[in-house]
Nanobody, 110 residues
Framework: QVQLVESGGGLVQPGGSLTLSCLVMGDGYTLNIMRWYRQAPGKERERVATIVFDGTHYADSVKGRFTVSRDNNKRTLYLQMNKLRHEDTAIYYC?????WGPGTQVTVSS
């Protein structure tokens, strides 16, 4: 059984930065394509970033501000978020195959 656990969310001022982490727990499972999603109140879940074996992909809304990466040895996925805006406020989830973490809240507010 695989479990994903996000961390690193919090309150940050506009223009600030946060780094989210997602630990993949469970033995015998190879890290595959991994994604970060977010969901703001009253809105649909949005795919933010994807990391594959040979590259990364980003939603237009975060391109140039967010960076996704992973450390396979630590079985951890990261999302470095810079120049944060009010509209980045959401619960952020990591995803791998059919597995989802419980999410971590990011609030951008002055």
């Amino acid at each position: 059984q695989v479990q994903l656990v996000e961390s690193g969310g919090g309150l940050v001022q506009p223009g600030g930065s946060l780094t989210l982490s997602c630990l993949v727990m469970g033995d015998g499972y190879t890290l595959n394509i991994m994604r970060w999603y977010r969901q703001a109140p009253g809105k649909e879940r949005e795919r933010v970033a994807t990391i594959v074996f040979d590259g990364t992909h980003y939603a237009d809304s975060v391109k140039g501000r967010f960076t996704v990466s992973r450390d396979n040895n630590k079985r951890t996925l990261y999302l470095q978020m810079n120049k944060l805006r009010h509209e980045d406020t959401a619960i952020y989830y990591c995803n791998m195959d059919d597995f989802w973490g419980p999410g971590t809240q990011v609030t951008v507010s002055s």
